[in-house]
Nanobody, 118 residues
Framework: VQLVESGGGLVQPGGSLRLSCAVSTLTFGAFHMSWYRQVPGKERELVALINNSGGSTNYADSVKGRFTISRDKSKNAAYLQMSSLNTEDTAVYYC????????????WGQGTQVTVSS
């Protein structure tokens, strides 16, 4: 299983970005999808999660109301729509796929940089 993120970049405070995660697997519906982020010197933190069916989502308190996670089974892809971005959202964002049958099975993308700056 390979994950490829895209959509990162430089955005001004208050702006929006949409991250995409393309997943190469025949069993996309068997994976919960998540977005994490990491800044230098800090641990990777969970930003948002959507379960394998797409029926349940969860968000970090710091992004609730601003970020929306979604998935499209027809495209084997997950997305993170980010709005009202602020400088504290600056980080490398990683896509994660976790097996719904075996939670110890995890796959990661290479990460995409999001920089919020004026």
């Amino acid at each position: 299983v390979q994950l490829v993120e895209s959509g990162g970049g430089l955005v001004q405070p208050g702006g929006s970005l949409r991250l995409s995660c393309a997943v190469s697997t025949l069993t996309f519906g068997a994976f919960h999808m998540s977005w994490y982020r990491q800044v230098p010197g800090k641990e990777r933190e969970l930003v948002a999660l959507i379960n394998n069916s797409g029926g349940s989502t969860n968000y970090a308190d710091s992004v609730k109301g601003r970020f929306t996670i979604s998935r499209d089974k027809s495209k084997n892809a997950a997305y993170l729509q980010m709005s009202s971005l602020n400088t504290e959202d600056t980080a490398v964002y990683y896509c994660n796929a976790q097996s719904a049958l075996n939670p110890t099975v995890n796959y990661w993308g290479q990460g995409t940089q999001v920089t919020v700056s004026s």
